[in-house]
């Protein structure tokens, strides 16, 4: 709104702007306004952000308090009239008018049955059977306030003769049933509430009641009560009567959700939405709540009251031949498939087959439900695979070797599995067993331990390694041999005489090779004359 403002005033004032520097002038204070309001703007949404978390939480308490506080506002008056206005309505009372005429003709064969209709063809927007079934959407919902109304209008007077009633009775339409029975009777122990109530909240009413601080209403608050109860179940008799209604055109309202769930259950939904348009914006997690109502768990307290997970959808024949520990699974499956045949009832195509889309979609939710039924597969019992006889590759080098090295049997362990054919071997006691020696000591093996073969090599490579890197070689020599020498240069020298001899004949071989096939020759030269 601020930038509209600020371009709708810069539009006006350059109609009186004659020269370009001043139009100009204008437009850069205008931006610099603009900025300023942008940066106003930028800080009230970083401040909206940073409470974003609270506000949800923030403004649903304060919504339920305005809603609490604005019923309160309207119970604070005694005239019924006003409190609950709808049920003596001329709106209300042509309503039924039409709704009994309408049922009446359906009776009578006049408009013939409506599930046979086309809806392209039954239902326009114009029809007044459809414009019935419209305003019968909008009349449940104000019912169902009026309910509201009427049974904190009663808890209000009522509290003063059994202020507990309220907290065991939480159904709007029970608890005025209860109160019209109960009246004015100073014991409520010896009212029969066995056709309205569990058992179980009876004998919390019971018990309650002997203990209760209430005390006796007067005639004219008596009377009042009773009216308002009766209004009550009035309203819930004529909701029963639309919802019939609506139920019986549900076949061409919505083919697709009444082959999906039934025409009670998508009647309910549709009605609790406040039309079909309604139903497709609520989403399929939602839906599966719609209809959900409080209840107590033993009636005794108002803190064991649950939401139930279980709503419409929950009472339908689908849900209900499901085994009770897969109806939760099977109620959010088949909410999905609700929202997808809301949608299709909405845009419903006049060519194709009314419900076939609702009747795919059931099938589809029943395979799903049998699937989850099914037992495991049982483990297949799997041959063992064909023995393979080829050598298996092995790893070689010489890590491997050196491993093998330091694992493989001993010259002494092979002499003592073997044994001599037809020759006791010796024994020798170790502890309360004997162990055998095989050929070890026998005239038939070496005597001796010796090394294998391999091993002397392994032993020769490794002397040869440690001398080339010591710079000797292994070859033995005299222990007369010493490594003094004496030079000219520095005397009495400490070397290595196998190293000076390998340097010498290399000397040697060098100098047989380059002067081996030469010699010295005189050559006489003649002296010139004199």
């Not at 009377?223 to 909701?239: G, Y």
């Not at 340097?503 to 006489?524: E, I, L, P, W």
């Amino acid at each position: 709104e601020k930038r509209a403002r600020g371009r709708l005033s810069t539009n006006r004032q350059t109609q009186r702007y004659m020269s370009a520097d001043d139009l100009l002038a204008d437009f850069e204070d205008e931006d610099n306004n603009e900025a300023a309001v942008n940066e106003e703007e930028e800080q009230e949404v970083e401040a909206t952000v940073e409470d974003d978390d609270g506000v949800d939480e923030e403004g649903d308490a304060l919504m339920k308090a305005g809603e609490e506080k604005a019923l309160r506002e309207k119970t604070k008056s005694s005239d019924l009239e006003k409190v609950a206005p709808l049920l003596h309505s001329a709106r209300f009372t042509h309503y039924l008018g039409r709704l009994h005429d309408t049922v009446a003709k359906d009776k009578a064969g006049a408009s013939g049955s409506s599930s046979g209709k086309k809806r392209a063809t039954a239902y326009s927007e114009l029809d007044p059977e459809y414009q019935l079934i419209v305003e019968s959407n909008d009349i449940t919902l104000e019912i169902f306030s009026e309910i509201t109304t009427l049974h904190r209008w009663i808890c209000d007077r009522y509290a003063s003769k059994f202020p507990e009633l309220e907290g065991l009775v939480l159904n709007p339409l029970e608890y005025a049933k209860v109160v019209r029975r109960l009246g004015n009777e100073p014991d409520i122990t010896a009212v029969d509430l066995s056709d309205i109530l569990p058992a179980s909240t009876i004998m919390a009413i019971s018990l309650s009641a002997s203990t209760t601080s209430g005390s006796k209403l007067d005639d004219a608050t008596t009377a009042q009560v009773q009216r308002a109860c009766q209004m009550a179940i009035d309203l819930d008799a004529a909701r029963k009567e639309v919802l019939e209604f609506v139920e019986s055109r549900m076949s061409v309202i919505a083919p697709n959700l009444s082959a999906l769930l039934g025409t009670t259950v998508a009647a309910n939904m549709i009605v609790a939405a406040g039309g079909l348009t309604g139903l497709c914006k609520i989403p399929a997690n939602n839906l599966q709540m719609l209809g959900a109502m409080r209840k107590t768990a033993a009636g005794f307290s108002s803190a064991t009251t649950r939401l139930q997970a279980s709503g419409f959808i929950f009472s339908s024949d689908i849900i209900q031949k499901t085994p009770p520990s897969l109806r939760i699974k099977a109620v959010r499956q088949a909410a999905c498939k609700a929202a997808l045949s809301a949608r299709a009832d909405l845009f419903i195509d006049p060519s194709e087959e009314p419900g076939k889309v609702g009747r795919d979609m059931r099938e589809i939710v029943e395979k799903v439900i049998d699937k989850w039924q099914e037992a495991p597969p049982p483990k297949q019992i799997k041959p063992l695979a064909a023995p393979d006889d080829k050598p298996k590759p092995k790893r070689g080098g010489k890590r491997v070797a050196k491993m093998k090295q330091r694992t493989q049997q001993t010259e002494l362990r092979k002499q003592a599995n073997r044994m001599a054919f037809g020759v006791a071997e010796e024994s020798v006691m170790s502890g309360d067993t004997s162990k055998g020696l095989g050929m070890i000591g026998s005239s038939q093996g070496s005597g001796k331990l010796r090394m294998a073969a391999q091993d002397k090599g392994l032993l020769k490579a490794a002397k040869e390694k440690a001398a080339k890197r010591i710079g000797g070689t292994t070859t033995s020599t005299s222990g007369l041999a010493t490594s003094l020498a004496f030079t000219p240069v520095q005397g009495l020298e400490l070397g290595n005489p196998e190293i000076l001899a390998r340097m010498q004949a290399k000397v040697d071989q060098a100098n047989a090779s380059y002067f081996g096939g030469g010699s010295f020759k005189k050559v006489r030269t003649q002296e010139p004359p004199k």
